[in-house]
Nanobody, 123 residues
Framework: QVQLVESGGGSVQVGGSLRLSCAAS????????VAWFRQAPGKEREFVTV????????YYMDSVKGRFTVSRDNAKNMVFLQMNSLKPEDTAVYYC????????????????WGQGTQVTVSS
């Protein structure tokens, strides 16, 4: 079992930045891919980005490319999401999730989830 805990959410103005953290316990993330999803009110959970925790390879959805950066700290068993140039449409609850497959956008394919952290971007 892997327990995931997100932190770092908050309220920012348009153009601002936030850094989300996803801390894992119970098992190393070395054999997992870790994705960030987000869910806005009334919308389906949406894939944002994924990182292969072992080799650091990353993949982003088009709307966040160049603005968001996913990274990991192997020693701390953590994954981070640096979000810059935030827009109102980035407002959502952000979740990290661990799975085994690469570039899987279907939330059902991920085994472990955090509780989510709220990001609100206001104009």
């Amino acid at each position: 079992q892997v327990q995931l805990v997100e932190s770092g959410g908050g309220s920012v103005q348009v153009g601002g930045s936030l850094r989300l953290s996803c801390a894992a316990s119970g098992r190393t993330l070395e054999t997992y891919t870790v994705a960030w999803f987000r869910q806005a009110p009334g919308k389906e959970r949406e894939f944002v980005t994924v990182i292969n925790f072992s080799n650091g390879n990353t993949y982003y959805m088009d709307s966040v490319k160049g603005r968001f950066t996913v990274s990991r700290d192997n020693a701390k068993n953590m994954v981070f999401l640096q979000m810059n140039s935030l827009k109102p449409e980035d407002t959502a609850v952000y979740y990290c999730a661990a799975g085994r497959n690469w570039i899987v956008r279907n939330p059902a394919q991920y085994y472990f989830w955090g509780q989510g952290t709220q990001v609100t971007v206001s104009s």
